[in-house]
T-cell receptor, first 116, second 114 residues
Framework: NAGVTQTPKFRVLKTGQSMTLLCAQD?????MYWYRQDPGMGLRLIHY???????AKGEVPDGYNVSRLKKQNFLLGLESAAPSQTSVYFC???????????????FGPGTRLTVL | GENVEQHPSTLSVQEGDSAVIKCTYS??????FPWYKQELGKRPQLIID?????GEKKDQRIAVTLNKTAKHFSLHITETQPEDSAVYFC?????????????FGKGTMLLVSP
């Protein structure tokens, strides 16, 4: 199993450009998450999903949109990138309610995004 | 919402010493407390977790203690080794019935010198 994968690994954008980050998991997990990690700030939740077709806002959702059209994929979109969105983005998944380890989150390798 | 404070932000120890990282949380309904380790340039990985019906949990050289009354929990690493050098994050969640997201502390950079 590949676990949680993310594409791309690195990306440089100019201010105002748009892009989509793709997260995929092959563990049949119900829940998926997008975090951003900035120096000294820990991991902050952007958006999350508790099932196919459902999404919810996290702590820092402004400037981002998400979609979960398929259970195994969770997309994070930036419609008009800003320098403040320069960060490392991590996707994670967890089994979901009903599983004994439903709380444990498995992280992807991250995407390093720079907005100039 | 939940707020998790983590201390210290950096910790330097000599190989073989013990290391302790402490976290406090604000939501008395939180009942799941994981610890993640993130090596430089890598993804966070779960190393140990504890639920509120347990006061202490051990796994080889690492242990976590929980004081629900005081709303704090700690990570203890004994006989530290250079490969323990990493950033450690604590987190808290309600878990249980319904669904709640994890709230992370800001991390502790642990440096173990040979």
């Amino acid at each position: 199993n590949a676990g949680v994968t993310q594409t791309p690994k690195f990306r440089v954008l100019k201010t105002g450009q748009s892009m989509t980050l793709l997260c995929a998991q092959d563990m049949n997990h119900e829940y998926m998450y997008w975090y951003r990690q900035d120096p000294g700030m820990g991991l902050r939740l952007i958006h999350y999903s508790v099932g196919e077709g459902t999404t919810a806002k996290g702590e820092v959702p402004d400037g981002y949109n998400v979609s979960r059209l398929k259970k195994q994929n969770f997309l994070l979109g930036l419609e008009s990138a800003a320098p403040s969105q320069t960060s490392v983005y991590f996707c994670a998944s967890s089994p979901g309610r009903g599983a004994s380890s439903y709380n444990e989150q498995f992280f992807g390798p991250g995407t390093r995004l720079t907005v100039l | 919402g939940e707020n998790v404070e983590q201390h210290p932000s950096t910790l330097s120890v000599q190989e073989g010493d013990s290391a302790v990282i402490k976290c406090t949380y604000s939501d008395s309904a939180s009942n799941y407390f994981p610890w993640y380790k993130q090596e430089l340039g890598k993804r966070p990985q779960l190393i140990i977790d504890i639920r509120s019906n347990v006061g202490e949990k051990k796994d080889q050289r690492i242990a976590v203690t929980l004081n629900k009354t005081a709303k704090h929990f700690s990570l203890h690493i004994t006989e530290t080794q250079p490969e323990d050098s990493a950033v450690y994050f604590c987190a808290a969640s309600r878990g249980g019935s319904g669904y709640s997201t994890l709230t992370f502390g800001k991390g502790t950079m642990l440096l173990v010198s040979p």
